[in-house]
């Protein structure tokens, strides 16, 4: 499977419940970066977190890195249906030494008012 | 300070003619990616240029697609004897240097008829 496979695929919950999504990867990294895409739109930067770090916060954003596992979360904290949206996680090509950004296939967040 | 600018936003073209896509990079920024989007799919890499060089084309396909960015003007993205599988969203990043964040723009949108 590709670079940053994130799960669920799909997520529905209701407002003021926490989401979480989950992001694999399987190279060497420098940093690990999460975007939103609300439909048919650009996408939107939320976090970076570097290879050194190991979580990050930005408001209601919370984001974990775990490089022994190659992997990350996202938790959106007391969520509200303007959060609704997609969610990708990208990941730097290390090896590749040209830091393109290889996405995953997304998490499909619902949030029900 | 204006962000990502991509126009058009939509493009319809036949098959057989040719799409071409234009992307200006925010303010101070030599570093473009061009990405592909696919319906209900994650960003793919196409292309990774800096002012009058291509630096990463490994994600673009070896006939009809090629991209500059030259010393003045936006870059493009050309699509030469578009194909209905060429029907799908692109995406333009800008970023200062190599391994700081990418800041996208709003997507041309191609139908090829």
């Known amino acids: 499977s590709q670079q940053g496979e994130e799960d669920p695929q799909a997520l529905s919950i209701q407002e003021g419940e926490n989401a979480t999504m989950n992001c694999s990867y399987k190279?060497?990294?420098?940093?690990l970066q999460w975007y939103r895409q609300n439909s048919g739109r650009g996408l939107v930067h939320l976090i970076l977190?570097?290879?050194?770090?190991r979580e990050k916060h930005s408001g209601r954003l919370r984001v974990t890195l775990d490089t022994s596992k190659k992997s990350s979360s996202l938790l959106i904290t007391a969520s509200r249906a303007a959060d609704t949206a997609s969610y990708f996680c990208?990941?730097?090509?290390?090896?590749?030494?040209?830091?393109?950004?290889?996405f995953g296939t997304g998490t499909r967040l619902k949030v029900l008012a | 300070n204006a962000g990502v600018m991509q126009n058009p936003r939509h493009l319809v073209r036949r098959r057989g003619q040719e799409a071409r896509l234009r992307c200006s990079p925010m303010?101070?920024?030599?570093?473009v990616y061009w990405y592909r989007q696919l319906p209900e799919e994650g960003l793919k890499f196409m292309v990774y240029?800096?002012?009058?060089?291509?630096?990463?084309e490994s994600g673009m396909p070896k006939e009809r697609f090629s991209a500059e960015f030259p010393k003045e003007g936006p870059s493009i993205l050309r699509i030469q004897q578009v194909v209905r599988g060429d029907s799908a969203a692109y995406f333009c990043?800008?970023?200062?240097?190599?391994?700081?964040?990418?800041?996208f723009g709003a997507g041309t949108r191609l139908s090829v008829l």
């Open positions: 303010k101070g920024h030599s570093h």
């Open positions: 977190i570097r290879s050194n770090e």
């Open positions: 190279t060497s990294i420098n940093n």
């Open positions: 990208a990941t730097d090509d290390r090896a590749s030494g040209t830091y393109k950004y290889i």
């Open positions: 240029l800096q002012k009058e060089n291509i630096i990463d």
């Open positions: 990043a800008s970023s200062p240097g190599q391994e700081n964040i990418q800041y």
